[in-house]
């Protein structure tokens, strides 16, 4: 599927909108220009003896004109240019949230914290700057041009053709040669930023462990390291900046004076007056005001350039594979699938590069409605890319995973309708209660919310609470504690009411009263549910219809709780380890 740009869209969108931009700008040149124009004439005409007061009335009149014109015509300008502009924003971050939104697993699998923000706080502020910063002023530039030229050419065409060379410098060459020198270095200080972007939000994200390993000065130290180095990229680009800036100013300069001598001559050949001379020099100033900004324009190109990069590639492959995935069988195997999802794996295969070790391999499974089961393995086992497989975030590279015999990564966007996710972590948003357990399904009444709530076991909870379910929860909600933090978002997904649920390590962190309570509330409340439980632990396992042990990306044991125990040591050690006072009396 062919996929939409980023520019395009809004060019045909806002087409006359911007032409009338481009032509207020152009008429912002004019008038100041004609404001010089008109002063130097005044000023030099009011110098001389003046035979008639109205010789110098009309350029006065012209100068007051053209005064409040210029600012009138500017402010439109400016008002018209940012309203579009800010109208084109709030579509592109619509449509940005619009592409994050169903691929939110599918991102967080390739993509760091930082780097979405990036997307969110950067890319798109790049964007829009590429009509006001590069766009909007080249064309103004070079209608300029073109009418400078003609207005001089009505007077001497040489002479117009020098003023073009001079021009040429300021509108071709210098921008070139500011491109050529800068190119590099822009994407290099973009990408280290973002890299700086990612550090930060790790930093405040895991602000907790640094603070309690001591180590907040090592963060500070290489942190600021890193700050050095953008700085340091960013000192050459400025010095740069200020050099092309003289050379720009210097070339004004020689055209001020090639005007002076131009226009002096032009007198002494009684080819204009003598006070038009001060009107043909002082027009050179705004006139330039409209060339200088172009190197600074093209300047940006590169940033423009990453940013794109980063939006094509969260907009590319993950959403064409749904779309071509997604057919009418999906569509109509949607409602049976809400209601009970057969979820099957077979000789499933995954590795994340060509030439990566297998995360997963040959693993098969057979989960119909209603089957719980426990998936144990230590950290890099291959359990987070079984749930992604699961989920039809990530397609197999060998073998198939399916739900109700269609490929799981085919449902694309309707996934949350089928499988819900309770992790060790649920973030709680700075508002109600009953506003975050809602978030489960938009439109449940007041007395469903209560209804979820009370199935999560939350009674003693809300009735702590000054304010019941109306309670602020504070940011990232701080104001509960773990076991509550999690009781909130299984209500949430008791909620959602989908009929496969993961729960992925979702008491880490507990003490083993408040997990032991939390497991017995979750086993209760989701009855009738597919449960797919990831854990290091095996605290109720007893209560799963299989257990799967993984390593390595491949099963090593797996069976009832009671028959691993019969016939596994390994596991009944482990079992015992979790378990140790029922062992030790």
């Given at each position: 599927?062919?996929r939409?740009?980023?520019?395009?869209?809004?060019?045909?969108?806002?087409?006359?909108?911007?032409?009338?931009?481009?032509?207020?700008g152009a008429?912002?040149?004019?008038?100041?220009?004609?404001?010089?124009?008109?002063?130097?004439?005044?000023?030099?005409?009011?110098?001389?003896?003046?035979?008639?007061?109205?010789?110098?009335?009309?350029?006065?009149?012209?100068?007051?004109?053209?005064?409040?014109?210029?600012?009138?015509?500017?402010?439109?300008?400016?008002?018209?240019?940012?309203?579009?502009?800010?109208?084109?924003?709030?579509?592109?971050?619509?449509?940005?949230?619009?592409?994050?939104?169903?691929?939110a697993?599918?991102?967080?699998?390739?993509?760091?914290?930082?780097?979405?923000?990036?997307?969110?706080?950067?890319?798109?502020?790049?964007l829009?700057?590429?009509?006001l910063?590069?766009?909007?002023?080249?064309?103004?530039?070079?209608?300029?041009?073109?009418?400078?030229?003609?207005?001089?050419?009505?007077?001497?065409?040489?002479?117009?053709?020098?003023?073009?060379?001079?021009?040429?410098?300021?509108?071709?060459?210098?921008?070139?040669?500011?491109?050529?020198?800068?190119?590099k270095?822009?994407?290099?200080?973009?990408?280290?930023?973002?890299?700086?972007?990612?550090?930060?939000?790790?930093?405040?994200?895991?602000?907790?462990?640094?603070?309690?390993?001591?180590?907040?000065s090592?963060?500070?130290?290489?942190?600021?390291?890193?700050?050095?180095?953008?700085?340091?990229?960013?000192?050459?680009?400025?010095?740069?900046?200020?050099?092309?800036?003289?050379?720009?100013?210097?070339?004004?300069g020689?055209?001020?004076?090639?005007?002076?001598y131009?226009?002096a001559?032009?007198?002494?050949?009684?080819?204009?007056?003598?006070?038009?001379?001060?009107?043909?020099?002082?027009?050179?100033?705004?006139?330039?005001?409209?060339?200088?900004?172009?190197?600074?324009?093209?300047?940006?190109?590169?940033?423009?350039?990453?940013?794109?990069?980063?939006l094509?590639?969260?907009?590319?492959?993950?959403?064409?594979?749904?779309?071509?995935?997604?057919?009418?069988?999906?569509?109509?195997?949607?409602?049976q699938?809400?209601?009970?999802?057969?979820?099957?794996?077979?000789?499933?295969?995954?590795?994340?590069?060509?030439?990566?070790?297998?995360?997963?391999?040959?693993?098969s499974?057979?989960?119909?409605?209603?089957?719980?089961?426990a998936?144990?393995?230590r950290?890099?086992?291959?359990?987070?890319?079984?749930?992604?497989?699961?989920?039809?975030?990530?397609?197999?590279?060998?073998?198939?995973?399916?739900?109700?015999?269609i490929?799981?990564d085919?449902?694309?966007?309707?996934?949350?309708?089928?499988?819900?996710?309770?992790?060790?972590?649920?973030?709680?948003?700075?508002?109600?209660?009953?506003?975050?357990?809602?978030?489960?399904?938009?439109?449940?009444?007041?007395?469903?919310?209560?209804?979820?709530?009370?199935?999560?076991?939350?009674?003693?909870?809300?009735?702590s609470?000054?304010?019941?379910?109306?309670?602020?929860?504070?940011e990232?909600?701080?104001?509960?504690?773990g076991?509550?933090?999690?009781?909130?978002?299984?209500?949430?997904?008791?909620?959602?009411?989908?009929?496969?649920?993961?729960?992925?390590?979702?008491?880490?962190g507990?003490?083993?009263?408040?997990?032991r309570?939390?497991?017995?509330?979750?086993?209760?409340?989701?009855?009738?549910?597919?449960?797919i439980?990831v854990?290091?632990?095996?605290?109720?396992?007893?209560?799963?219809?299989?257990?799967?042990?993984?390593?390595?990306?491949?099963?090593?044991?797996?069976?009832?709780h009671?028959?691993?125990?019969?016939?596994?040591?390994?596991?009944?050690?482990?079992?015992?380890?979790?378990?140790?006072?029922?062992?030790?009396?």
């Open positions: 599927m062919k939409e740009g980023w520019f395009a869209p809004y060019v045909s969108s806002y087409f006359w909108r911007f032409v009338l931009i481009i032509v207020l008429l912002t040149i004019f008038t100041a220009s004609s404001l010089m124009y008109t002063s130097g004439f005044l000023i030099s005409k009011a110098s001389t003896p003046v035979e008639n007061i109205l010789m110098i009335y009309v350029p006065i009149v012209g100068v007051r004109t053209f005064g409040t014109s210029r600012a009138v015509i500017h402010y439109v300008e400016r008002l018209v240019g940012h309203d579009t502009i800010l109208r084109i924003l709030s579509k592109m971050r619509v449509r940005l949230y619009n592409i994050l939104e169903p691929q697993l599918f991102l967080s699998s390739r993509f760091r914290t930082g780097d979405i923000l990036g997307m969110l706080a950067d890319d798109i502020e790049y829009q700057n590429v009509y910063r590069t766009v909007f002023p080249s064309i103004i530039a070079l209608l300029i041009y073109g009418a400078a030229v003609i207005a001089l050419g009505t007077f001497d065409i040489a002479f117009a053709l020098l003023m073009a060379l001079y021009i040429l410098v300021l509108v071709v060459v210098l921008p070139f040669l500011s491109l050529l020198f800068t190119q270095r822009q994407r290099e200080v973009k990408v280290e930023r973002n890299r700086l972007y990612q550090k930060l939000t790790d930093a405040v994200l895991g602000m907790g462990d640094w603070v309690i390993s001591g180590r907040q090592q963060f500070v130290d290489t942190y600021e390291a890193d700050e050095r180095k953008v700085a340091k990229t960013d000192a050459a680009l400025r010095s740069w900046a200020r050099l092309r800036t003289f050379i720009g100013q210097t070339v004004i020689i055209g001020v004076l090639s005007m002076l131009w226009a001559g032009e007198f002494a050949d009684g080819a204009i007056a003598g006070t038009l001379i001060a009107a043909f020099v002082l027009v050179v100033f705004p006139v330039a005001d409209a060339f200088l900004p172009v190197s600074e324009a093209v300047e940006k190109i590169p940033q423009y350039r990453n940013s794109l990069e980063r094509s590639g969260v907009d590319g492959t993950k959403q064409n594979i749904v779309s071509e995935k997604a057919s009418i069988s999906v569509v109509d195997a949607l409602p699938a809400m209601q009970s999802a057969h979820i099957k794996l077979e000789n499933v295969g995954y590795h994340y590069g060509s030439e990566a070790n297998w995360s997963v391999r040959d693993l499974l057979d989960i119909p409605q209603g089957k719980k089961i998936i144990i393995g950290s890099g086992a291959g359990k987070s890319t079984l749930l992604k497989a699961i989920q039809g975030v990530i397609e197999p590279s060998d073998g198939s995973a399916t739900i109700n015999g490929a799981a085919a449902y694309g966007e309707h996934i949350p309708s089928i499988i819900a996710v309770l992790n060790q972590s649920p973030h709680l948003f700075d508002t109600t209660v009953a506003n975050n357990i809602r978030m489960g399904d938009p439109k449940a009444s007041e007395q469903a919310i209560k209804e979820a709530g009370a199935l999560a076991k939350m009674d003693t909870l809300i009735s609470l000054p304010d019941g379910y109306d309670t602020f929860v504070r990232a909600g701080q104001r509960f504690s076991g509550e933090r999690q009781r909130i978002a299984l209500a949430r997904i008791l909620l959602q009411n989908t009929p496969v649920v993961i729960l992925d390590e979702p008491t880490v507990l003490d083993p009263r408040t997990e309570d939390l497991l017995k509330t979750m086993f209760e409340a989701m009855k009738g549910k597919s449960l439980w854990t290091h632990h095996l605290v109720g396992a007893e209560q799963m219809d299989e257990v799967i042990f993984m390593e390595n990306g491949s099963v090593e044991m797996r069976g009832t009671a028959e691993l125990m019969k016939k596994e040591p390994r596991y009944r050690r482990l079992y015992e380890l979790d378990r140790p006072v029922e062992f030790l009396g």
